[in-house]
């Protein structure tokens, strides 16, 4: 990172997100590819932990990318992407692994959409959020109650509620015209259907 900078200072290091996911190594492409799809919330630092079944090492691989070659005067925020691969039997001390890869003074998100509730459970002391995706659970009571535990201890997202935001906002616009507000006091009830 310093070296890319000292040879080009319009290479600075990127400093908003450090992203630690922990993934089924079969499976971890696809998640590469849902990550792509983030819009404009990239980690500055992403460490994936690619869960393989028979591993009883670690290794890791490290990279560094920019989105663009800055001209002079310009900058380009340097990303920063760590693959740790790991086996099950690591994964209730990743802690121990992950905690000197993450950038300390920025927000620590963690991330298991392959369930490995192990590692995330080690890695609670590093998150200041966890990210749950209760649709994706087989049993969504239970998925329920493993976000109000981990929210005991840290901040907790639910993807399936950000997928409904869009519905809640087109909700708020319909009522936001201040002759449509009056229209609030008149409903007696909401229907919620859910279709998988």
Do not use: K
């Not at 799809?37 to 090492?57: G, K, L, Q, Y």
């Amino acid at each position: 990172m310093f070296e890319f900078h000292g040879q080009n200072p319009g290479y600075v290091p990127g400093r908003a997100l450090n992203l630690v996911c922990i993934v089924d190594r079969e499976w971890s492409g696809e998640i590469a590819n849902r990550l792509r799809r983030v819009p404009r919330a990239h980690a500055s630092r992403t460490i994936v932990c690619s869960v393989e079944p028979e591993r009883t090492t670690i290794d890791a691989v490290a990279t560094i990318a920019a989105d663009a070659d800055p001209a002079a005067g310009e900058f380009a925020l340097l990303r920063e992407t760590i693959v740790l691969s790991v086996g099950p039997e690591q994964l209730g001390q990743l802690d121990r692994v992950v905690a000197p890869l993450v950038v300390t003074d920025v927000t620590t998100v963690v991330w298991s959409p392959h369930g490995h509730d192990d590692a995330i459970d080690a890695l609670l002391a590093l998150a200041q959020v966890v990210l749950v995706d209760s649709i994706d659970e087989p049993n969504v009571g239970a998925a329920l109650e493993r976000a109000c535990a981990l929210s005991l201890r840290t901040d907790v997202v639910d993807l399936a509620w950000l997928r409904s935001a869009p519905w809640g906002e087109r909700i708020a616009a319909a009522f936001d015209p201040t002759r449509r507000r009056r229209e609030l006091h008149a409903l007696s009830g909401v229907r919620v259907r859910f279709r998988p």
